[in-house]
């Protein structure tokens, strides 16, 4: 079956760039989450899509973006990236609600040099 | 709000052996699901255990299980016949309708000896 899509799998960027990570979640799922895990952390929720609108909004930089598209793949989009940006970018798919839980992808692991 | 409290950072169990990880949760919320996730070193996020918090009976799935008691806010998970594969980091989560937001809990990193 297929799963929630994260590319690319792993990222190096200097101090000040600007890094996009892109999501492809479940076919049929119209829901997108965004959560970033430092070292050691638990996964702090970013922000989420439904129907392409942003539906929630957690802990996100103002230098961080993000968009779903009209075929519900999202990109998170970060600039002047930062040292304690390097962390694991999970997106996550469900169908309208979450509560059957979410499927995440394989992660994003971001390091900022 | 919602918050999720793991106590255990560390738990450690022997092959083949029985093993209880601790979550308890706050929510204002009515309509709530709980989770456990499984965390392996591929870092992949694996979804091991649901419950729905309207249902008294308690999740199971093969060798997991969980001990829900709403009362006390307490969502405990119980790995029967422990297998080296099932080392890992467990979060527990926490979701509510209005929230529409999985909130973790620090998670509790669980090493299997052999």
């Known amino acids: 079956a297929a799963g929630v899509i994260q590319s690319p799998r792993h990222l190096i960027k200097e101090k000040r760039e600007t890094a996009t990570l892109k999501c492809y979640p479940i076919p049929r799922h119209d829901t997108v989450y965004w959560y970033q895990q430092g070292p050691g952390q638990d996964p702090q929720f970013l922000i989420s899509?439904?129907?392409?609108?942003?539906?929630d909004k957690g802990s996100i930089p103002d230098r961080f973006s993000a968009q779903q598209f009209s075929d519900y793949h999202s990109e998170l989009n970060m600039s002047s990236l930062e040292l304690g940006d390097s962390a694991l970018y999970f997106c996550a798919s469900s169908l309208a609600t979450g509560e059957y839980g979410y499927t995440f992808g394989s992660g994003t692991r971001l390091t900022v040099v | 709000a919602q918050t999720v409290t793991q106590s255990q950072p560390e738990m450690s169990v022997q092959e083949a052996e029985t093993v209880t990880l601790s979550c308890t949760y706050d929510?204002?919320?009515?309509?709530?699901?709980l989770f456990w996730y499984k965390q392996p070193p591929s870092r992949q996020m694996i979804l091991v255990i649901r419950?729905?918090?309207?249902?008294?009976q308690n999740a199971t799935e093969n060798r997991f299980s969980v001990n829900f008691q709403k009362a006390a806010k307490s969502f405990s998970l119980k790995i029967s016949d422990s297998q080296l594969g099932d080392a890992a980091m467990y979060f527990c989560a926490s979701y509510g309708g209005a929230t529409n937001k999985l909130i973790f809990g620090t998670g509790t990193l669980l090493a299997v000896q052999p």
């Open positions: 899509f439904y129907e392409k609108m942003q539906s």
């Open positions: 929510t204002s919320e009515s309509d709530y699901y």
């Open positions: 419950q729905e918090a309207y249902k008294q």
